[in-house]
């Protein structure tokens, strides 16, 4: 089963930008679409991203739309996060996570579709 390890998080001023990393092993990562869902103190985990196996198709929160961006690079098993104009709300652990399908174009946006999660980054954003 795949192992996800999310990188990049950080302490970064409003209006800033990271890019966050989530490196796949013992798995075959072009089987698994992907999602990114953060969790700030206090609230439920919230689905942020998702990108589908190939990297055609993607959807996004409604909260991170036009600032965010997420990616794949199946060459190397990773796939990203890109953060920009960052706000305070932002602030969050951010999870990786990986759901198997036989679908180049399926995405999913519920968390308990995934079976497979990082073990979190952690992202803060100061005023």
């Known amino acids: 089963q795949v192992q996800l390890v999310e990188s990049g998080g950080g302490l970064v001023q409003a209006g800033g930008s990271l890019r966050l990393s989530c490196v796949a092993s013992?798995?075959?990562?072009?089987?698994?679409?992907m999602g990114w869902f953060r969790q700030a103190p206090g609230k439920e985990r919230e689905f942020v991203a998702a990108?589908?196996?190939?990297?055609?198709?993607?959807y996004y929160a409604d909260s991170v739309k036009g600032r965010f961006t997420i990616s794949r690079d199946n060459a190397k098993n990773t796939a990203y996060l890109q953060m920009a104009n960052l706000k305070p709300e932002d602030t969050a652990v951010y999870y990786c996570?990986?759901?198997?399908?036989?679908?180049?174009?399926?995405?999913?946006?519920?968390?308990?579709?995934?079976?497979?999660w990082g073990q979190g980054t952690q992202v803060t954003v100061s005023s």
């Open positions: 013992q798995g075959t990562f072009t089987s698994y679409a």
């Open positions: 996570a990986a759901q198997r399908t036989y679908s180049n174009s399926r995405i999913f946006t519920d968390k308990s579709t995934y079976a497979y």
């Open positions: 990108i589908s196996r190939s990297g055609a198709s993607t």
